[in-house]
Nanobody, 116 residues
Framework: QVQLVESGGDLVQPGGSLRLSCAAS????????MDWYRQPSGKQRELVAR???????YVSDNVKGRFTISRDNGKKMVYLQMNSLKPEDSAVYYC??????????WGQGTQVTVSS
């Protein structure tokens, strides 16, 4: 079984920065891809960033150059560094993984609000 727990969400002013963290439980963490999704209020959930088991990364076009995903396999942690935040980045941010047999697992989410 896998559990994901996000933290780090907060209220921040436009132009500010936040780092989100996702703590994973269970074995085999280093072998699996990890994603960050977000869901703005009243909108669909969307993929923000992915980090593969080999450390390669993807970030969506609307956050490219501002957000960075990283992982620490020894600590079973995934991070999302968010810089130059905009009001449109406001959303609940979720950590996600999908493993064989276990299937998809979502964290409970952490709220990010960008507002002056």
């Amino acid at each position: 079984q896998v559990q994901l727990v996000e933290s780090g969400g907060d209220l921040v002013q436009p132009g500010g920065s936040l780092r989100l963290s996702c703590a994973a439980s269970g074995s085999g963490f280093s072998s699996y891809n990890m994603d960050w999704y977000r869901q703005p209020s009243g909108k669909q959930r969307e993929l923000v960033a992915r980090i593969w088991s080999d450390g390669s990364t993807y970030v969506s076009d609307n956050v490219k150059g501002r957000f960075t995903i990283s992982r620490d396999n020894g600590k079973k942690m995934v991070y999302l560094q968010m810089n130059s935040l905009k009001p449109e980045d406001s959303a609940v941010y979720y950590c996600y993984t999908n493993r064989p047999i276990i299937g998809p697992t979502w964290g409970q989410g952490t709220q990010v609000t960008v507002s002056s």
